[in-house]
């Protein structure tokens, strides 16, 4: 349910037109370039490339990969780009890639070090609401992920206010601008009814 709720702003914001075109646009150049050319976000959750290439390399040395199985190919080349953009462009992928946001959310921000041994508590001892809230503030800033146990709460508290989001095709002067976190935890509120 936290997953739902940390995506769901996204989900309304997507429109499937804006993807296609947008995919089409950033495919080649991502591919040959890397972030640094395209980096648009795509799919239902817009993920964009940069955040994928992060979140992978902090998975793979998190020590999180044996745990679940699971490993990325995070080689700086157009093979491992166009693997990556090939997964970004299906929905289960998307799904996958949230789930191991939030692994990694709660290992850098929480109670695990890179073996996996627990070492503070954090992020998963708050409160729920709390914990909708501050993950929905880490996905939205495109989070810089810390060494495994080493997150700073009160750093995500103090952006978890922050108006920058927006349902706009181009925001301009009068964009209504909105706190993220506050649309997911309407939307953890929702559904846990």
Known sequence: MIAEAVV?????????????????????TYIVSGAAGFDFSLGPFQMKPSFVE????????????????????????????????????????????????????????????????????????LPVEEQVRLAATAYNRGCVWPAPGYGDLDDLRAHAREKHFHYDLIPGKRTRRYCYATLALARYKKITK
Request: hydrophobic residues 35%.
């Open 54 to 125: 992060e979140l992978e390399k902090a998975w793979m040395h998190s020590g999180l990969p044996r745990r679940y199985e699971l490993w990325f190919d995070t080689a700086d080349n157009a093979t491992a780009r166009r693997v990556r953009l090939s997964r970004l462009q299906k929905e289960e992928w998307q799904v996958i890639y949230i789930g191991v946001f939030l692994r990694q959310l709660y290992a850098s921000y929480g109670s695990y070090d890179k073996n996996g041994e627990w070492t503070q508590d954090g992020l998963e001892t």
């Open 8 to 28: 769901h702003p996204e989900t309304e914001r997507y429109v499937r037109l804006q993807d296609v075109l947008e995919t089409t646009a950033v495919a080649g």
